[in-house]
């Protein structure tokens, strides 16, 4: 088969004019960046906010192991087939991150007939989301370092900024620096740190924004440090988030692009999946859910992680109302979940694979909490053989769930016809009752201990001396009222990344907790978090060429 | 009169393609940003490299004073000029840097009545091409860390890594920085400074480059450290320049917008004026000499540097045939010149106007060296008297020079039909004899020995020991055959900003010598230069806001 870029770059595109044109808008609703990309104006909202909402739909996952599950690919096919059965549909995904592409190969685009295109657009410097969010990152940093260098008026502690630099690269110099040497005409010194742009609170703002004046709001709410008496310092109190505002005019507007199968899809927003919610942006699933029929979006991780963080938040925060729930397993990821080793996984391997069906059937419960349906999908590889498939199917059949090949990858949208179907099949006879996990009016151990036991299937939950305190601080200052967004590895349902399957008897030790105020979240550390990724021995950076044609060697 | 904001929201713009289409382009060769900015297919100039080149004029000035003088408003508004007298005109730019928008309040883009538009986009993120070149160039210093931690195969000395790395933002805090801290896992602790964007060297190379394997080439020859045997370590010894090509290849299409008045205007890459060579894009010239009968562009700072520069390093490598040069002056600048304090410019003051008339004499003289006709612009201010107007006349009068007064600011493209008039008389009439001031195969000294003889009219160079040491590697290592790239103050034709007018005996100081290996020239550094601006005590980020109708406050 070819490689993925073959496949994107022997695409036949449509004009985005005519995608658009699919979903009822013209071009006088547009902002092209070329014939393949565009945003959408925000004067269109007035147009469509009355109206019906289409049926929302989010693609998880069990626990991912290094044998990949494809939840991308499963989203663009299962977009692909609805398209392909008559159905007026679009999918949302998130943006990538430029820094990752030049470390080690392989974009986030979907894969083989599933992807999104202009591929290498998208993969690259797309619509200017990320630099605008990288602009905008460091413009409050400068005002910080400005405030503090002009002589302080609000007190900052230079030992208590909590707001870091960001940069859309992956680069391990950056992660921990002193900036302000030199002498007195170059500000402070003091420590400061780079993150990798996408895991800025200002992306995670920009995707839980309900429009412009929203995201002013939550930009002014930031909380950048903490004062010598130990208050927090805002944003706003900076007078900087008009200008934060600004720089982000056009990043808040929902991109346009396609799948190879010329159905439209939104991707817009990226923020990281542990210390932020790992979703695509609140407006561009509105957006979609207002001008298609079905929506098919998507969260990081697994279920564990990105479904209980899609719903806690992104729905609360939304007001969207998710009407089923598509769970993509591989039978090589459940064979990782039973006990084999990675280069076994090509073997057909009954025992384990049927060990391994426990990952899958506590994230079917997990979803179950939520009161949405939810329907499996086999991601399927030319390695399955179909006994184990049967072996799937049938546990599925034993918990009253449907099931469904798919073979998205390989062919397309005609690969998932029979996942559409039932899909579709489903949310036509199952009514969602979607609900919010917890309460966040609840204390903030409250809150942990509820995901931790109903989610993660965990016993309890330890603290350490650091996150007690801050737990108290947060309480103290009335900060606490907000839902949670768990940092923990995604490799397992437990704190442990080795703990595959479905793990017993286990606590979860918090390590920190810290806020993003204006995201609107507590982030709960439990494990070392990397927010600045390095690059490789051999980046493909080093294989990655363009020749005198334009053609672009080396990128996937 | 209206700001210049208030001018430019009430422009009427037209969409993008008619202005294409007055150049003869099709939407076909346009790729859209929005309804009011393109940039230019690169597979446009197969179709227009037989074209006849239309014909080049720069626009430069006298040494600037703190009254200013308004080169770009000229160049805009003589462009408008040449249209309204029925003459198919381009007009050439810098693009503005976007960090210094958030510092004290002005934009780059003309004012009044000739300005460019949509002017809050192009002092914003425009196309995209400050964030593309801000992603190489830290790119690129991610590959130089990675190599050192990865084992250092090429034994680079951490403490002569030259390349630094880059943000678009006024930081001071970022002048100075240590990175690589933390232990093993985050690299090698060494000194490092950012640079504010256009200080980048990327930015110099993408303005010099011919097309876009001449860009690769060129940031493959980019000298980024010393090696433990004090031999130079190219970008290409990283295997990076693909990769850095990569992210370019949308940044060196050139930018089409518009003016006030619908004239075609081409913006594209602004280059540090001092550390770098301070012109718009060698591509964007080409392609505006290719589609119009004529071409106004202009160069950073006073004739002395950019007019220099311009001739000396772009005509050069873009092997371009200027065929006359508008020198601006303003009565106001001119009386600095002759000794008048800033306070008191706006009264009538015949005698310190005739003083400071030396300055643009030994301007004029400067251009007749590069074999160049000139025309000088009045750039009118209210407040000029008759009288004042009269005295600069007689002066260019009797050094047979034309002279035109200049009302574009206050009255867009009618307000320089006589400079127009005059310019294409001079074009019609006086052949160019251009030619370079010196042969770049001659030593360092020699070529800065002519510069400041010639063009400063000074008596001699002196060098520091650090600038001595520098000038006798590189001519060891066989790198001193490049332009030279001069560094110094903008408002004195010596090195001292206090010497206004026309100095006389003067010896300028060399103070170091570096090379841009990349760019292809020699940076000759005379006195402190800044290359990453800090902010002022109260921002203009402050004041500056977008409000529910997206409507842009307090930029301008």
């Known amino acids: 088969m070819k490689s993925d870029i073959e496949i994107a770059q022997g695409a036949k595109m449509k004009p985005i004019i005519e995608i658009a044109q699919q979903l009822g808008l013209g071009e006088e609703d547009l902002e092209l960046y070329g014939k ?9 909202w007035d147009k469509i906010k009355g109206n019906k909402d289409g049926k929302l739909v989010l693609v998880t996952a069990i626990n991912p192991t ?24 679009s999918i949302c995904l998130r943006e990538p991150s430029l820094g990752p592409v030049f470390g080690i190969k392989g974009g986030a685009a979907g894969g083989g007939y599933s992807q999104v295109v202009p591929m290498e657009d998208i993969n690259l410097h797309f619509t200017g989301d990320m630099h605008a969010i990288t602009a905008t990152n460091n413009l409050l940093s400068a005002a910080i370092d400005n405030h503090i260098h002009q002589g302080n008026e609000l007190s ?4 208590r900024v909590l707001w870091k630099r960001a940069m859309d690269v992956n680069d391990r110099a950056l992660r921990q620096i002193v900036v302000g040497l030199g002498g007195k005409t170059n500000g402070m010194p003091r420590e400061d740190n780079f ?12 995707c839980l924004a309900k429009d412009l004046m929203d995201l002013k709001e939550r930009l002014g709410r930031i909380i950048v440090a903490y004062d010598l008496k130990n208050n927090p310092v805002r944003a706003r109190d900076l007078k900087i988030q008009g200008a934060m505002t600004l720089l982000l005019k056009d990043a808040i507007k929902p991109n346009l692009v396609q799948t190879l199968e010329n159905v439209p899809a939104f991707i817009h927003g990226g923020p990281f999946a542990n210390i932020a919610h790992g979703c695509n942006s609140i407006m561009a699933t509105q957006y979609a859910l207002k001008l298609s029929d079905y929506v098919i979006t998507e969260a990081g991780f697994g279920a564990d992680l990105g479904a209980e963080k899609f719903f806690n938040i992104k729905c609360r925060y939304g007001e969207l109302k998710p009407n089923a729930v598509v769970l993509v397993a591989t039978l090589r990821a459940l064979k990782m979940h039973g006990g084999s080793a990675k280069d076994v996984l090509d073997k057909e391997n009954v025992d384990t694979l049927k060990r391994g069906l426990n990952n899958l059937e506590k994230q079917i419960e997990n979803i179950g909490k939520f009161g949405v349906p939810v329907v499996v999908a086999i991601n399927s590889f030319l390695t399955d053989t179909q006994e184990e498939v049967k072996i799937v199917e049938s546990r599925c059949k034993e918990l009253g769930v449907e099931v469904a090949l798919c073979k998205v990858w390989e062919k397309g949208g005609p690969g998932g016809i029979q996942l559409a179907e039932k899909l579709v099949d489903i ?13 966040e009016s609840l204390s903030i151990k409250a809150k942990i201990d509820i ?25 103290e200052q009335n900060l606490d009222g907000l839902p949670i967004c768990m940092a923990k590895t995604q490799y397992s349902l437990s704190d442990d990344p080795h703990k595959l399957g479905r793990p017993q008897g286990f606590k979860v030790t918090v390590g920190d907790v810290r806020i993003s105020a204006g995201a609107g979240f507590i982030v709960v550390l439990t494990g070392e ?3 600045m990724p390095g690059l490789p021995k051999v980046p493909s950076a080093e294989k990655i060429d363009i020749n005198e044609k334009g053609e672009i060697l080396g990128l996937f």
């Open 36 to 44: 393949y990309k565009a945003k959408i104006s925000p004067e269109v």
């Open 66 to 89: 290094a044998a990949g599950e494809g939840k991308s690919t499963v989203t663009v096919g299962l977009g692909q087939a609805m398209d392909k059965i008559g159905k007026k549909v």
């Open 156 to 159: 900052i502690d230079v030992r």
């Open 195 to 206: 993150l990798i742009t996408v895991a800025s609170e200002i992306m995670a703002i920009l």
């Open 427 to 439: 949310l036509n006879t199952k009514e969602s009752d979607f609900k919010v996990l917890y309460d």
């Open 451 to 475: 995901i931790v036991k109903e989610i993660y299937g965990g016993i309890g939950v330890e603290y350490t001396p650091r996150a007690e305190k801050a737990i108290r601080e947060l309480g």
């Open 529 to 531: 978090i990397m927010t």
